[in-house]
């Protein structure tokens, strides 16, 4: 969604965008979507393929050989300055950018997870758990003893096996001239070596500007929005909803869908919604009193965080990652222990307890978020580093 924004809004200001990503059947119709490679289902690297198709899809794993030859084709057809790209890992590879660099076009990346340290891309382990850097500290095997891709032997040897090659052969921030990153906790999760430090620049999400509406009357309406995943702990959440007077809405599809329903059929105060499109999202948050964002892994720069706070709707998330640098001084957030279910139950309850603080609160929020960068200083802050690249 981010990287959809930014292309929208450079071209207000004037800039020429291409696009470049693969033909999935969800994709939104563009004009160079004729450069574009096939999209191919490898379902979380392979886990739920047959075992010829995942040895088959191991090479589009490694290296797009399709990729590079379609980005030269773009290429031969329109002059760029510079190369800005999002989360290509996993189906594009680093094939592109490898023929960018060979055409001496500069590399910018947006850092929107942690594909740099983690085969995975999420720092979770097969079981839930968090991990902290163990494939970085040790080696990408980690990966297979773990079980990280979905708890399967072979889908995590492949990821590690991706992690190596990709290591080998200094496919990370090596290729890279700048490297932005929306937290300063995934800028430090980088390193500290000067080589990495003189390409980093940390610049935050901005906050959208909305107009302020009073939180709904009656009963308090607390709304989760994300991926249904286990490392986004919306099982906490579903615990804390245990016989509360408060209402929970459940937003989002994902691999953790089926048992997070399971968890909350005898709650009748626990509805899930599937998934909605943008516009559905922020009528919900409208109609809600606080959003929940109950993450036990660490999260990088949740945009579902930035929406709610310029809503002006109240916050309780977990004090985990970069989401502490967007809520942490905002007189709507509350920050709470990960998969701490008493600590996010007592939090709701305590906001629950008094609706008229609610209403003040949520005024509150809003114009504090007004003080937050919004698109423009985000975009004059992107136009800087492309400049220190291309003069």
């Not at 965008?17 to 004009?31: G, I, K, Q």
């Not at 599937?274 to 999202?281: D, H, I, N, S």
Request: a positive charge.
């Amino acid at each position: 969604m981010y990287a959809m924004d930014l292309t929208r809004r450079l071209e207000e200001r004037g800039h020429q965008v291409n696009v470049f990503s693969t033909t999935h059947p969800d994709s939104v119709a563009h004009p160079d979507s004729w450069a574009w490679p096939r999209y191919r289902e490898l379902s979380s690297a392979g886990a739920h393929l047959s075992f010829r198709r995942r040895i088959g899809a191991i090479p589009f794993l490694i290296y797009n050989r399709e990729a590079e030859h379609k980005v030269n084709a773009l290429l031969d057809r329109y002059s760029l300055d510079v190369a800005h790209v999002h989360n290509f890992t996993r189906h594009l590879t680093a094939a592109p950018l490898l023929a960018l660099r060979r055409r001496h076009i500069p590399l910018v990346a947006t850092l929107h997870d942690h594909w740099i340290n983690c085969p995975t891309y999420s720092l979770v382990k097969g079981d839930g758990s968090r991990c902290d850097w163990e494939c970085t500290r040790f080696s990408p095997v980690r990966c297979v003893r773990h079980r990280c891709v979905v708890g399967s032997i072979s889908a995590s040897a492949v990821a590690g096996l991706e992690a190596v090659i990709s290591r080998s052969f200094r496919w990370g921030v090596d290729l890279l001239d700048r490297v932005i990153c929306p937290s300063q906790f995934i800028a430090d999760s980088l390193g500290a070596t000067q080589s990495i430090l003189g390409k980093v620049r940390v610049i935050r999400h901005p906050h959208p500007r909305h107009d302020w509406t009073l939180p709904p009357e009656g009963g308090v309406k607390v709304v989760y929005v994300g991926r249904l995943a286990r490392e986004k702990g919306v099982q906490h959440l579903i615990a804390a909803a245990e016989g509360a007077k408060w209402s929970l809405r459940i937003a989002g599809v994902g691999p953790y869908d089926a048992t997070l329903r399971r968890l909350a059929a005898a709650l009748p105060n626990v509805s899930f919604l599937g998934f909605l499109q943008t516009p559905e999202v922020v009528a919900l948050m409208r109609d809600s009193h606080i959003v929940a964002v109950p993450s036990v892994w660490y999260e990088n720069a949740p945009l579902v965080v930035i929406e709610a706070l310029s809503l002006g709707r109240m916050v309780v998330a977990s004090a985990i990652g970069g989401i502490p640098e967007y809520a942490g001084k905002s007189p709507g957030a509350r920050l709470v222990g990960p998969g701490e279910n008493h600590e996010i139950r007592n939090t709701i309850d305590d906001l629950a307890s008094d609706p008229s603080r609610l209403r003040r609160l949520s005024e509150a929020t809003w114009l504090a978020s007004k003080e937050e960068p919004g698109w423009d200083m985000h975009l004059d802050s992107v136009e800087a580093v492309y400049r220190e690249l291309v003069g």
